[in-house]
Each structure stands twice: as structure tokens, then as C-alpha cells.
């Protein structure tokens, strides 16, 4: 089989071949204990039942008033769902499991050094914690409903404190990656209008202790330069009382949380009511263009859809251990670490580091030790763990029942030793591709109904029904073959409600290519067009080729090409910059930028050292290009435009197709015979 997709940059190319791959069934033991064990749940979310089916979802979380409308059509496709309802999403998180669960852990922080205590937070402690945090944002920082306040917290549990505590108050969180640079962080500062900022000192990864609060003061910066005034930076101290960054604190501006926290000890702040509509949270990811894209998620649609797909697709019961292996500063740790498993009352483990550090038995060691049930990674992590401690699993004794992937395409290979060794065949694998835009699992198999197969994410999760479009709107047919672009044809309670600040960008990036009518009201008439590339087998499954558009997913964090490129514009020599994905074993894909220089400079290795130092610079440490290659020209199509689709061909020994139409064929074989004689 081929995949040939349409768009011209599409990364869809790269992957071609493959086979089907033969099912796997999930354990009886696992189908026993199951939270969705009757296949009647497939009719109870069929078309038929749309959109209703979700107030099966819905009826998890506690309102204080029920909706009056499940889904509102009405200013397509700005869709509303539950309109009408109020809750607050931290009483649903916190609040109402006290009466049954006060002692129970919340949150289990594993720190990097072993010899740190890992650090368990029952409901009770995060009720009191949460409480204190919020009255400092309302008291002290004075933020009210609606305000949005920037996070930049690395994984400790100060950063659900801090999220729990602005959703208490319906403050708008944006929490950027930690490994983000402080520009980065700066940019998303302005973008969102905040005006206080909240980081740490410092955290651990990989045995060293990382001057994080230096990031800050280039953050302020640079929101500065961007017309943000920030006025107050709330650190947290990572070791209580000791102050580790090198950089000085600013008078008037910077505090320490923990000497600020002494004055409201024992506070209690009343949850917010907030609309089912009201903002939840912004996260930001990249797109087509350099200015990043605040994704604004809802309040009663998310936590709904977050809490449904937790229970039946994570399948998390109250007395779980569960340990999503994942970042919080991505959407998978705010939906699957943080809002979904505490909405439904279970023990949610996270950790600090790195899961090859100190060793590669770390992960399993933490998995023995807390006696963790479901363990939900990332496959750049599976292919880490499996390069590089291959047999470890088989030296500790944990037993998982449940395992998810998330992120990126997994190899089957790396499936199966994910199935056998890491899982020791004991556990289900769901596979869950969704994005940031989305708030929740778009495809999966429902674990106990539908049997896994390697590669394959799975069909259309309960109540989304996913499509394969051609480049003209033609439905492509299960089993033909055939890639093309997975749309969704329905609104569903998760998706996020629209760029922050930029609506003309949500309606065309997302639903203008498939729209049918403009004018029109109808759901029908409105698919959500996911910017990957997929190919559908004739049992429904589907198999996720990549972006079909100017960005690259490297180990499962998705950088946008403009905004590599503005980065390594930013260094004076640099006249033309081209950023493409290259196959990488570990990363699924790596950056590889192409630079060529203005007239006169010449070239080096410290311009492609500078070229690489901007990008981390501007974006962060993940961007950092796997190569920097400086050329006479780049490919360019006679208009005058950069072929990336070429480069990137050439970058991965591949046919870059017909070139003759090209302003200047000729580089085509210059950057071939530089690149094979190079790598
Ligand atoms: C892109 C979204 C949402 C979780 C973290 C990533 C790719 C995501 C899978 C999967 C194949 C996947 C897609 C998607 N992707 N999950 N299971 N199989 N590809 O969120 O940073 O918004 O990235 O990641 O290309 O569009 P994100």
C-alpha cells in the first residue's frame, strides 16, 4: 500500500509503506473490571444520539444549574455545549471529593533526587493548598473572573496547585512548558494579556538543578517589547526558604510564594460558579504562521469530555493509581493528569526529571514502588526506554492493567515491546490521537470492545465520527488505501471554543477548507479539518500519517516551520532560513534548518552554531536542529517561494519528484551532493 497525500509540503510523503497488522485482544481480567464492558454504550453514542449521547459525560461532574441546551449551533462553529449550566471545575476536582476521600492522595510527587521523599498530597492538603494559592491571586495579585495569569512551571505540584486555584476563581490559566525559552514564554505573556507571571526558582532534570527564574526575567522582557506590562512575577522555591537562581529578585515586582502564602494560611475561598462556557484554560501551539495559537478551552465542555474519556477510555476507577508520564505544560497533562483523573476522585502520580535518570530503570522503579495501574506515556519515550534499557521492565515487579500512547505514530515494533516487555503482556494499549485543539481522544479503541492493532489508533472515539477527505472535499473510502486529510464531521463537548484573540484565524484554519455553507447553522455543514494526514483500513481504524501543514511533530511536541525560521532569521548573517522534518529513530522526526547566508558572509560552523543557539534562544532546548546546513540557494518555485517539500526530500535521501519546474533546478543537485557527501 501507498500513501500519496495531496498537499504539496505534506509530511504525509515521508511514511509510505507498510502491512496490516494483526489484532491483539484485551485480557478477560481486564474486560472483568472494565468501566465500559457492554457494547450497548456503542448505541447509547451513535449518530442517531448525537449530541445528547454526552450528557452521559456531562452527568459525571456536579453543576450547580443543569444546561438547558446540550449543544447550541447557533454561531457556527463557535459551538456551545451545556449552555445554560454553571459549575466550577476545582469544586469538581477538589471540593466534592472530601466527604468520602479527605485522605485519600490526590497527587504522589516523585522529585528527581532519589533520596528526596516523594511527596503525597491527600484531597484534604490540596483543598488547603488550592485555597491558599487562590486567595493570593485574588487578594494579593488582585485577579478576578476572566483575567489571565501566565504560568511557567516546570513538573512539580505547585503547577496543578496554581491551575486548581485559578479555576476555583474562573482566573484563565496559560500554562507554557517549562523547557520553553523566556521568550517564548514572553510572547504568550502578551498574546494573553496577563499580568502576572508565576515560575520557580529552579527543578532538577537530569542530576543538575536548572536556573529556571532566569527564563523570567527574559520573559518580562519580552513581553515588554511586545506592549505587556507584567507587575507581578510569583516564584515558588523549589526547596521552601532557600533561594537558588542566580538571578535577583525585583523589588516591587518578584515575590516568594511561600512568604507570601504565611499570610493567608487557613484561608478559604468560595468556588466561582462560572457558565459552562466561561474560559477554562488558554494553551498555546504552533501553527502555519510565527505568532503562536492560544487555544481557548471551556469550562463545562472540557471538563465533561475530559472526565467521560478518562473513565471510559482510560478507564480510571476512584481507587486507581495512575500515572500519566507526560508534562503537564502540554494538553496531555492538563486533561489527563490533572482535570480528567481528579474530576473522577483517583490518585494521579507525577514526577520530576527524566525518565532515563539516573538509569533507565527509573520509570519502572517508580512504577513498582507506588504500585501504579495505568501508565500512559508518549512513543518517543517507549522508543527511549526500549533503545536503551530494553530488558529492564522484566526487573521489577509492577503490573499494569492498563496502557496508553499518545503524541506521535507508533511503530509497530515498538508496540509490541511496549505490549510484551514494558506491559509483560499483561496490560491493554490504547493508542489516543487527539491535539491541543481538541481537549480530549478524537481516535482510540474503547479497551475492553474493540481489539488493538499496532500502529492503528482506532476508530472514531464515542459520539466523533471521523471522515478521510481528498483534497476536494470527496469522501476517501475504509479500506481503498487511500490517505488523505481526517477531518471530524461533528462539534464534540472537548473542542476548543477559538484561537484567543484571533477568531478569522480559528474559522480558517481550521473549517474553511471543508465548510459547505457559510451562512449555514447546521453541524453538518461544518467539519473540523485536523491538519494530519491518515489512511482508514476497511475495519475503521485509522492510521495517522503526520502533519499535512508547516509543522513538525518532534518527539511529539509540534513546532511550527515559521517560527523555527523567524528564530534563525534573528541571527544578523542569516539571509533565507528553511526548516524541515527529517525521520529521526528516537524523535519520530528531527528539525534539519537550511540556511543560506546574505551576500559577502561567509560560511561556518559559527553561524551554524549561532543559527542553533537563536533557536533555543527564541523557542526552547526541543527545537534545537538535529543539523544546520548552510547552502548557496534554496529551491524556489518561480513566485519566488521556498520549497520545503524538496529540501525536506533531499534531507531524507528521498525522490523529490519533478523539479523542472523549479526557478533554479540546478540547487536541487547542489544540496543532494552536499548532504550525501555530509552525513
Ligand atoms: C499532533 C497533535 C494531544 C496529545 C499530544 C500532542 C500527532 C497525536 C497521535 C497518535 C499519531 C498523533 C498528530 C496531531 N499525534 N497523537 N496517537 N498517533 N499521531 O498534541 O502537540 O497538539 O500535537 O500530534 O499529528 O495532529 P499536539
Given at each position: 500500500?501507498?500513501?500519496?497525500?495531496?498537499?504539496?509540503?505534506s509530511?504525509?510523503?515521508?511514511?509510505?509503506?507498510?502491512?496490516?497488522?494483526?489484532?491483539?485482544?484485551p485480557p478477560a481480567?481486564?474486560?472483568?473490571?472494565?468501566n465500559?464492558?457492554?457494547?450497548d454504550?456503542?448505541?447509547r453514542?451513535?449518530?442517531a444520539?448525537?449530541?445528547?449521547?454526552?450528557?452521559?459525560?456531562?452527568?459525571l461532574?456536579?453543576?450547580?444549574?443543569y444546561w438547558?441546551?446540550?449543544l447550541?449551533?447557533?454561531?457556527a462553529?463557535?459551538?456551545?455545549?451545556f449552555?445554560?449550566?454553571?459549575?466550577n471545575?476545582?469544586?469538581?476536582?477538589v471540593?466534592?471529593?472530601?466527604?468520602?476521600d479527605?485522605?485519600?492522595?490526590?497527587?504522589?510527587?516523585?522529585?528527581?533526587?532519589?533520596?528526596e521523599?516523594?511527596?503525597t498530597?491527600?484531597?484534604?492538603?490540596?483543598?488547603?493548598q488550592?485555597n491558599?494559592?487562590?486567595?493570593?491571586?485574588?487578594?494579593?495579585?488582585?485577579?478576578?473572573t476572566?483575567?489571565?495569569?501566565?504560568?511557567?512551571?516546570?513538573?512539580?505540584p505547585?503547577?496543578?496547585v496554581?491551575?486548581?486555584?485559578?479555576?476555583?476563581?474562573?482566573?484563565?490559566?496559560?500554562?507554557?512548558?517549562?523547557?520553553?525559552?523566556?521568550?517564548?514564554?514572553g510572547?504568550r505573556?502578551?498574546?494573553?494579556?496577563?499580568?502576572?507571571?508565576v515560575?520557580?526558582?529552579?527543578y532538577?532534570?537530569?542530576g543538575?538543578l536548572?536556573?529556571?527564574k532566569?527564563?523570567?526575567?527574559?520573559?518580562?522582557?519580552?513581553?515588554n517589547?511586545?506592549?505587556q506590562?507584567v507587575?507581578?512575577?510569583?516564584?515558588?522555591?523549589?526547596?521552601?526558604?532557600?533561594?537558588?537562581?542566580?538571578?535577583?529578585?525585583?523589588?516591587?515586582?518578584?515575590?516568594?510564594?511561600?512568604?507570601?502564602?504565611?499570610e493567608h494560611?487557613?484561608?478559604v475561598?468560595?468556588?466561582?460558579s462560572?457558565?459552562?462556557?466561561?474560559?477554562l484554560f488558554?494553551?498555546?501551539t504552533?501553527?502555519t504562521t510565527?505568532?503562536?495559537?492560544?487555544?481557548?478551552?471551556?469550562?463545562?465542555?472540557?471538563?465533561?469530555?475530559?472526565?467521560?474519556?478518562?473513565?471510559?477510555?482510560?478507564?480510571?476507577h476512584?481507587?486507581?493509581t495512575?500515572?500519566?508520564?507526560?508534562?503537564?505544560?502540554w494538553?496531555?497533562?492538563?486533561?489527563?493528569i490533572?482535570y480528567?483523573?481528579?474530576?473522577?476522585?483517583?490518585?494521579?502520580?507525577i514526577?520530576?526529571?527524566a525518565?532515563?535518570?539516573?538509569?533507565t530503570?527509573?520509570?519502572?522503579?517508580?512504577?513498582?514502588?507506588?504500585?501504579v495501574?495505568?501508565?500512559?506515556?508518549?512513543?518517543?519515550?517507549?522508543?527511549?526506554?526500549?533503545?536503551?534499557g530494553p530488558?529492564?521492565?522484566?526487573?521489577?515487579?509492577?503490573?499494569?492493567?492498563?496502557?496508553?500512547?499518545v503524541?506521535?505514530?507508533?511503530e509497530?515494533?515498538v508496540?509490541?515491546?511496549?505490549?510484551?516487555?514494558?506491559?509483560?503482556?499483561?496490560?491493554v494499549?490504547v493508542?489516543?490521537?487527539?491535539?491541543?485543539?481538541?481537549?480530549?481522544?478524537?481516535?482510540?479503541?474503547?479497551?475492553?470492545?474493540?481489539?488493538?492493532?499496532?500502529?492503528?489508533c482506532?476508530?472514531g472515539?464515542?459520539?466523533?465520527?471521523?471522515?478521510?477527505?481528498?483534497?476536494?472535499?470527496n469522501?476517501?473510502?475504509a479500506g481503498?488505501?487511500?490517505?488523505?486529510n481526517?477531518?471530524?464531521?461533528n462539534?464534540?463537548p472537548?473542542?476548543?471554543?477559538?484561537?484567543?484573540?484571533?477568531?478569522?484565524?480559528?474559522?480558517?484554519i481550521?473549517y474553511q477548507?471543508?465548510?459547505?455553507?457559510?451562512?449555514?447553522?447546521?453541524?453538518?455543514?461544518w467539519p473540523?479539518?485536523?491538519?494530519?494526514?491518515?489512511?482508514?483500513?476497511?475495519?475503521?481504524?485509522?492510521?495517522?500519517?503526520g502533519?499535512?501543514?508547516?509543522?513538525i511533530?518532534?518527539?511529539?511536541?509540534?513546532?511550527?516551520?515559521?517560527?523555527?525560521?523567524?528564530?534563525?532569521l534573528?541571527?544578523?548573517e542569516?539571509?533565507?532560513?528553511?526548516?524541515?522534518p527529517?525521520?529521526?529513530?528516537?524523535?519520530?522526526?528531527?528539525?534539519?534548518?537550511?540556511?543560506?547566508?546574505?551576500?559577502?558572509?561567509?560560511?561556518?560552523?559559527?553561524?551554524?552554531d549561532?543559527v542553533?543557539r537563536?533557536?533555543?534562544r527564541?523557542?526552547?532546548?526541543?527545537?534545537?536542529?538535529?543539523n544546520?546546513?548552510?547552502v548557496?540557494?534554496?529551491?524556489?518555485?518561480?513566485?519566488?517561494k521556498?520549497?520545503r517539500?524538496?529540501i525536506?526530500?533531499?534531507?531524507?535521501?528521498?525522490?523529490?519528484?519533478?523539479?523542472?519546474?523549479?526557478?533554479?533546478?540546478?540547487?536541487?543537485e547542489?544540496?543532494?551532493?552536499?548532504?550525501q557527501?555530509?552525513?
Open positions: 500500500m501507498t500513501a500519496a497525500s495531496g498537499s504539496p509540503d509530511e504525509a510523503q515521508i511514511s509510505v509503506h507498510w502491512r496490516e497488522e494483526d489484532y491483539y485482544q481480567r481486564f474486560i472483568a473490571q472494565a465500559a464492558a457492554d457494547p454504550i456503542f448505541r453514542f451513535d449518530e444520539h448525537f449530541p445528547d449521547c454526552f450528557k452521559e459525560y456531562a452527568e461532574l456536579s453543576w450547580d444549574a438547558h441546551t446540550t447550541d449551533t447557533g454561531n462553529p463557535f459551538w456551545k455545549w449552555v445554560g449550566g454553571w459549575l471545575a476545582c469544586y469538581n476536582c471540593d466534592r471529593h472530601l466527604a468520602a479527605r485522605n485519600k492522595a490526590a497527587l504522589i510527587w516523585v522529585p528527581e533526587p532519589e533520596a521523599d516523594t511527596r498530597i491527600t484531597y484534604q492538603e490540596l483543598y488547603r488550592v491558599e494559592f487562590a486567595a493570593v491571586l485574588r487578594d494579593f495579585c488582585g485577579l478576578r476572566g483575567d489571565r495569569v501566565t504560568f511557567h512551571l516546570p513538573m512539580v505547585e503547577l496543578p496554581a491551575m486548581l486555584a485559578c479555576a476555583r476563581l474562573g482566573v484563565i490559566h496559560s500554562e507554557v512548558f517549562g523547557g520553553f525559552s523566556g521568550v517564548a514564554c510572547e505573556i502578551a498574546d494573553s494579556g496577563s499580568r502576572v507571571l515560575t520557580m526558582d529552579g532538577y532534570r537530569n543538575r536548572v536556573d529556571h532566569a527564563k523570567a526575567d527574559e520573559a518580562v522582557r519580552a513581553a517589547e511586545l506592549g506590562q507587575d507581578r512575577v510569583l516564584v515558588w522555591r523549589r526547596h521552601p526558604g532557600r533561594y537558588t537562581s542566580q538571578t535577583a529578585m525585583v523589588d516591587d515586582r518578584d515575590c516568594f510564594v511561600d512568604e507570601v502564602l504565611a494560611r487557613g484561608a475561598v468560595e468556588p466561582v462560572m457558565p459552562s462556557e466561561a474560559p488558554l494553551m498555546y504552533s501553527g510565527a505568532r503562536p495559537k492560544g487555544c481557548q478551552h471551556s469550562t463545562g465542555g472540557y471538563l465533561t469530555y475530559v472526565a467521560g474519556t478518562s473513565k471510559y477510555y482510560q478507564d480510571i476512584p481507587e486507581d495512575y500515572w500519566c508520564c507526560a508534562d503537564i505544560g494538553i496531555t497533562g492538563h486533561s489527563y490533572v480528567g483523573p481528579l474530576a473522577l476522585g483517583t490518585t494521579s502520580v514526577y520530576e526529571g525518565p532515563t535518570y539516573p538509569d530503570g527509573r520509570v519502572w522503579r517508580i512504577a513498582e514502588r507506588l504500585g495501574g495505568i501508565f500512559h506515556t508518549a512513543p518517543t519515550t517507549i522508543r527511549m526506554l526500549r533503545k536503551l530488558d529492564e521492565p522484566g526487573k521489577y515487579d509492577y503490573h499494569f492493567r492498563h496502557m496508553t500512547t503524541g506521535e505514530p507508533i509497530p515494533e508496540w509490541r515491546w511496549y505490549h510484551d516487555v514494558a506491559g509483560k503482556g499483561e496490560a494499549v493508542d489516543t490521537w487527539w491535539q491541543t485543539e481538541n481537549g480530549g481522544f478524537l481516535g482510540s479503541t474503547l479497551p475492553a470492545l474493540q481489539p488493538m492493532k499496532p500502529g492503528s482506532g476508530p472515539v464515542l459520539g466523533v465520527f471521523p471522515v478521510i477527505y481528498d483534497e476536494d472535499g469522501t476517501v473510502e481503498s488505501g487511500k490517505a488523505g481526517i477531518c471530524i464531521r462539534p464534540w472537548g473542542i476548543f471554543q477559538t484561537i484567543w484573540g484571533q477568531p478569522e484565524r480559528f474559522l480558517q481550521y477548507k471543508y465548510c459547505r455553507d457559510p451562512a449555514s447553522t447546521d453541524w453538518r455543514d473540523y479539518f485536523a491538519g494530519d494526514g491518515a489512511v482508514q483500513a476497511a475495519d475503521g481504524y485509522f492510521r495517522i500519517l502533519r499535512v501543514d508547516d509543522v511533530n518532534v518527539a511529539g511536541h509540534r513546532l511550527g516551520t515559521k517560527e523555527l525560521e523567524s528564530a534563525a534573528t541571527v544578523e542569516v539571509a533565507e532560513a528553511a526548516a524541515v527529517v525521520v529521526d529513530e528516537l524523535r519520530g522526526r528531527a528539525v534539519e534548518m537550511y540556511v543560506a547566508l546574505k551576500p559577502g558572509r561567509d560560511a561556518g560552523e559559527e553561524i551554524e549561532s542553533a537563536a533557536i533555543e527564541e523557542i526552547g532546548k526541543i527545537a534545537r536542529p538535529k544546520v546546513w548552510i548557496g540557494d534554496m529551491p524556489k518555485t518561480r513566485s519566488g521556498i520549497m517539500r524538496v525536506a526530500g533531499i534531507s531524507n535521501f528521498a525522490d523529490v519528484g519533478d523539479v523542472s519546474t523549479l526557478a533554479n533546478p540546478e540547487v536541487v547542489e544540496i543532494r551532493h552536499r548532504i557527501r555530509e552525513k
